[in-house]
Protein backbone atom coordinates (compact mmCIF):
# COMPACT_ATOMS: atom_id res chain seq x y z
CA UNK A 1 0.00 0.00 0.00
CA UNK A 2 1.22 3.18 -0.54
CA UNK A 3 0.71 6.40 1.34
CA UNK A 4 0.31 9.56 0.41
CA UNK A 5 1.36 12.08 2.34
CA UNK A 6 -0.54 16.38 2.72
CA UNK A 7 2.14 18.15 1.11
CA UNK A 8 1.71 21.69 1.26
CA UNK A 9 1.75 24.00 -1.70
CA UNK A 10 4.55 26.96 -2.02
CA UNK A 11 1.51 29.40 -1.46
CA UNK A 12 0.91 27.56 2.08
CA UNK A 13 2.13 29.95 4.68
CA UNK A 14 3.26 27.29 6.76
CA UNK A 15 6.02 27.04 4.95
CA UNK A 16 7.11 30.59 5.87
CA UNK A 17 6.66 29.73 9.62
CA UNK A 18 9.51 30.03 11.86
CA UNK A 19 10.80 25.87 12.56
CA UNK A 20 11.98 25.31 15.95
CA UNK A 21 14.43 22.91 17.22
CA UNK A 22 13.42 19.47 17.57
CA UNK A 23 14.05 17.64 21.05
CA UNK A 24 14.60 14.22 22.03
CA UNK A 25 13.35 11.36 22.29
CA UNK A 26 10.95 11.75 19.63
CA UNK A 27 7.92 10.42 19.79
CA UNK A 28 6.59 7.62 18.49
CA UNK A 29 4.19 9.66 15.85
CA UNK A 30 7.43 11.75 14.58
CA UNK A 31 9.61 8.77 14.00
CA UNK A 32 6.63 7.28 11.99
CA UNK A 33 6.20 10.33 10.02
CA UNK A 34 9.48 10.41 9.61
CA UNK A 35 10.12 7.16 8.26
CA UNK A 36 6.55 7.28 6.30
CA UNK A 37 8.33 10.77 4.51
CA UNK A 38 11.19 8.53 3.66
CA UNK A 39 8.71 5.82 2.52
CA UNK A 40 6.75 8.23 -0.28
CA UNK A 41 10.17 9.68 -1.34
CA UNK A 42 11.29 6.04 -2.70
CA UNK A 43 8.37 5.11 -3.81
CA UNK A 44 8.46 8.52 -5.82
CA UNK A 45 11.62 7.38 -7.36
CA UNK A 46 10.74 4.32 -8.67
CA UNK A 47 9.13 4.45 -12.38
CA UNK A 48 6.35 2.08 -12.11
CA UNK A 49 5.29 2.80 -8.41
CA UNK A 50 5.30 6.41 -9.49
CA UNK A 51 2.89 6.28 -12.27
CA UNK A 52 0.31 4.12 -10.74
CA UNK A 53 0.09 6.50 -7.92
CA UNK A 54 0.59 9.73 -10.05
CA UNK A 55 3.94 10.90 -7.56
CA UNK A 56 6.28 13.36 -8.94
CA UNK A 57 9.44 11.94 -7.93
CA UNK A 58 11.33 13.66 -5.33
CA UNK A 59 14.78 13.36 -3.03
CA UNK A 60 14.05 15.33 -0.41
CA UNK A 61 11.14 16.53 2.13
CA UNK A 62 11.49 18.87 5.36
CA UNK A 63 9.19 19.16 7.87
CA UNK A 64 7.35 22.48 6.94
CA UNK A 65 6.18 20.88 3.44
CA UNK A 66 3.86 18.42 5.87
CA UNK A 67 2.72 21.06 7.90
CA UNK A 68 5.52 20.49 11.13
CA UNK A 69 7.22 23.55 11.68
CA UNK A 70 10.12 21.69 12.82
CA UNK A 71 13.76 21.49 12.13
CA UNK A 72 14.12 18.18 10.36
CA UNK A 73 13.81 16.41 6.82
CA UNK A 74 14.71 13.31 5.10
CA UNK A 75 16.35 12.42 1.95
CA UNK A 76 16.21 9.05 -0.08
CA UNK A 77 19.18 9.42 -2.55
CA UNK A 78 19.69 6.97 -5.59
CA UNK A 79 23.09 6.46 -4.71
CA UNK A 80 23.92 4.08 -7.86
CA UNK A 81 21.28 2.88 -10.08
CA UNK A 82 18.35 1.16 -7.84
CA UNK A 83 20.43 1.42 -4.78
CA UNK A 84 18.94 4.43 -2.37
CA UNK A 85 20.04 5.69 1.02
CA UNK A 86 17.92 7.21 3.56
CA UNK A 87 18.56 10.30 5.69
CA UNK A 88 16.56 11.36 8.49
CA UNK A 89 18.31 14.83 9.41
CA UNK A 90 17.83 16.69 12.42
CA UNK A 91 18.45 19.75 14.11
CA UNK A 92 21.56 20.19 10.85
CA UNK A 93 24.45 22.96 10.86
CA UNK A 94 26.59 23.45 8.34
CA UNK A 95 30.01 23.62 9.44
CA UNK A 96 32.08 23.84 5.93
CA UNK A 97 31.11 24.48 2.22
CA UNK A 98 33.14 24.51 -1.00
CA UNK A 99 33.92 27.79 -2.68
CA UNK A 100 33.01 26.04 -5.92
CA UNK A 101 29.43 26.56 -6.87
CA UNK A 102 27.16 24.41 -9.09
CA UNK A 103 23.85 24.60 -9.93
CA UNK A 104 21.02 21.97 -11.22
CA UNK A 105 21.03 21.77 -15.49
CA UNK A 106 17.88 22.21 -16.15
CA UNK A 107 16.42 23.73 -12.43
CA UNK A 108 15.45 22.78 -9.28
CA UNK A 109 12.55 21.10 -8.58
CA UNK A 110 10.50 21.06 -5.10
CA UNK A 111 7.54 18.70 -3.73
CA UNK A 112 5.56 22.18 -2.89
CA UNK A 113 6.12 23.85 -5.91
CA UNK A 114 4.00 22.62 -8.49
CA UNK A 115 5.22 25.00 -11.62
CA UNK A 116 7.74 25.08 -13.99
CA UNK A 117 10.11 27.68 -12.83
CA UNK A 118 12.71 29.46 -15.08
CA UNK A 119 16.19 29.83 -13.53
CA UNK A 120 19.55 28.53 -12.11
CA UNK A 121 19.54 28.75 -7.78
CA UNK A 122 23.43 28.71 -6.95
CA UNK A 123 24.42 26.13 -4.70
CA UNK A 124 27.98 25.08 -3.20
CA UNK A 125 29.22 21.79 -4.68
CA UNK A 126 30.54 20.09 -1.22
CA UNK A 127 29.01 20.80 2.01
CA UNK A 128 29.79 19.45 5.09
CA UNK A 129 27.37 19.10 7.79
CA UNK A 130 26.49 17.95 11.65
CA UNK A 131 23.34 16.77 12.70
CA UNK A 132 21.37 14.31 14.78
CA UNK A 133 19.45 11.42 13.34
CA UNK A 134 16.12 9.90 14.68
CA UNK A 135 17.56 8.62 18.01
CA UNK A 136 19.41 11.43 18.66
CA UNK A 137 22.83 10.40 17.79
CA UNK A 138 25.02 13.17 16.25
CA UNK A 139 25.86 12.99 12.90
CA UNK A 140 28.36 14.28 10.45
CA UNK A 141 28.72 14.37 6.31
CA UNK A 142 30.49 15.56 3.73
CA UNK A 143 28.07 16.02 0.97
CA UNK A 144 28.55 16.42 -2.88
CA UNK A 145 27.29 17.57 -6.05
CA UNK A 146 23.45 16.73 -6.57
CA UNK A 147 23.95 15.22 -2.46
CA UNK A 148 24.99 18.26 -1.55
CA UNK A 149 22.07 20.79 -3.49
CA UNK A 150 19.78 18.55 -2.09
CA UNK A 151 21.07 19.03 1.43
CA UNK A 152 21.04 23.05 1.20
CA UNK A 153 17.44 22.79 -0.54
CA UNK A 154 16.34 21.19 2.49
CA UNK A 155 18.13 23.52 4.83
CA UNK A 156 16.50 26.44 3.01
CA UNK A 157 13.26 25.05 4.46
CA UNK A 158 14.10 25.14 7.65
CA UNK A 159 14.68 28.46 7.32
CA UNK A 160 11.21 29.30 5.14
CA UNK A 161 13.45 29.54 2.25
CA UNK A 162 11.97 28.16 -1.05
CA UNK A 163 14.18 27.68 -4.26
CA UNK A 164 12.39 30.13 -6.34
CA UNK A 165 12.70 33.13 -4.03
CA UNK A 166 16.88 32.52 -4.84
CA UNK A 167 16.24 32.91 -8.54
CA UNK A 168 17.11 36.34 -9.32
CA UNK A 169 13.71 37.52 -10.97
CA UNK A 170 15.36 40.11 -13.73
CA UNK A 171 18.13 38.05 -14.61
CA UNK A 172 17.30 34.25 -13.91
CA UNK A 173 20.30 32.79 -15.28
CA UNK A 174 22.98 35.22 -13.57
CA UNK A 175 26.51 34.43 -12.96
CA UNK A 176 26.10 31.26 -14.95
CA UNK A 177 29.50 31.41 -16.22
CA UNK A 178 30.81 31.61 -12.49
CA UNK A 179 28.63 27.81 -12.02
CA UNK A 180 29.10 24.12 -12.93
CA UNK A 181 26.16 22.56 -14.48
CA UNK A 182 24.89 19.80 -12.40
ZN1 LIG B 1 11.56 21.68 -1.64
Do not use: W
Amino acid sequence: MIKHLNILDEKDKILRNKNEIVTFPLDKKEKKLMYDMLKYLHNSQIEEIAEKYNLRPGMGLAGPQVGINKRFFVICHEEQEKVFKNYIVINPTIISHSEEKIYVDGGEGCLSVNRDVEGIIPRYARITISYFDELGNPKKIRAREELAVTFQHEIDHLNGILFTDRIDKDEPYKDIENMRPL
